[in-house]
């Protein structure tokens, strides 16, 4: 029999075979895929017929896609909108969330009623409040103009950044709740003896304890932010024109509209890439992938 490894304590850590069930389930559902992907970025079509080899002709297409170009930085602005909007957010109500406020389980069962919904409900849900004809807009003209806040490049980040961080941000605070919790009240009894407030505490304590918790929760928004499509599908439909048309959203007009499953599995792959890319550029300058738990070594 083989042997388990053992760590520098001197404990015994499992052995491969424990994680064959994951492995064969990530070869199965993730990079084969991801390979046929792959295979028919490199080919003409149409879904119903027999695809036909290309060549390069579909990334050719794509490099000079205006289209394209421009949904790769609207998806990369709606990211990054993402980002600076619900982090912020999400930490001041999940530290809030873990302490022992009057009321508090009531408030935080409340306001995570958004991560209870799916992206379609939620979306069909604010389509219908920011309706210019009968919707909130309507109704307070001098705040919103025509109400058409859908009518404008502007208008429409801005609604579709309102609505991730509304969805969105209950999941991250969270997030930040678990993680505030486990940080030891020793350390703020000691800062309350040395005469150190609330915000003090916070800066000093709570925001360098939670250092780690917070890139986990930015590489989720970011590779939830690069691959949002329902919620543009149902509220803007890409538009304006093609204003807030991100890569998601377009992969899907190549495929299901014009039948170009060729494209659309180029479009796919630049996303996978893309994600993959931007993720392990925030892990390595972060230095996440340097983290040490209590547990290291078994």
């Known amino acids: ?175 930040y709740q678990g993680g505030a919790r486990a940080i030891p009240q020793v350390l703020y009894q000691a800062a309350a003896v040395d005469g150190a407030g609330t915000v003090r505490q916070f800066f000093h304590i709570t925001l360098p304890q939670l250092r780690n918790t917070v890139i986990t929760s930015m590489v989720l928004m970011v590779v939830g932010g690069l691959t949002t499509f329902d919620t543009v599908l149902i509220l803007t439909q890409g538009g304006p024109g093609t204003d807030t048309t991100v890569s998601a959203f377009y992969m899907y007009q190549k495929a299901f509209k014009a039948y170009d499953f060729g494209a659309a599995s180029a479009i796919a792959l630049v996303l996978v890439v893309v994600a993959t890319l931007i993720s392990l550029a925030v892990v390595r300058f972060s230095g996440y992938d340097r983290m040490r738990g209590t547990s290291e070594g078994l």
């Open 1 to 175: 029999m083989t042997r388990s490894p053992k760590s520098a304590a001197g404990v015994s850590r499992p052995g491969f075979a424990w994680a064959a069930p994951a492995a064969v389930f990530f070869l199965l559902f993730a990079i084969a895929p991801l390979v046929v992907v792959a295979a028919l970025s490199f080919t003409s079509w149409d879904g119903i017929t027999e695809p036909h080899f290309n060549g390069l002709d579909n990334w050719i297409a794509l490099i000079h896609d205006p289209v394209m170009s421009q949904s790769v930085w609207t998806t990369l602005l709606l990211t990054t909108l993402g980002v600076l909007t619900q982090t912020p957010v999400s930490l001041l109500l999940g530290v809030w969330a873990a302490g022992h406020q009057r009321n508090r389980a009531v408030l935080s069962a409340v306001y995570f009623v958004p991560l209870l919904l799916s992206a379609t409900a939620v979306s069909v849900v604010w389509r219908a409040v920011l309706d210019p004809n009968f919707g909130v807009p309507s109704q307070l003209v001098r705040l919103f103009g025509d109400g058409n806040l859908l009518g404008t490049r502007g208008g429409a980040l801005a609604v579709l950044t309102f609505v991730g961080v509304w969805q969105f941000t209950p999941l991250h605070a969270l997030i």
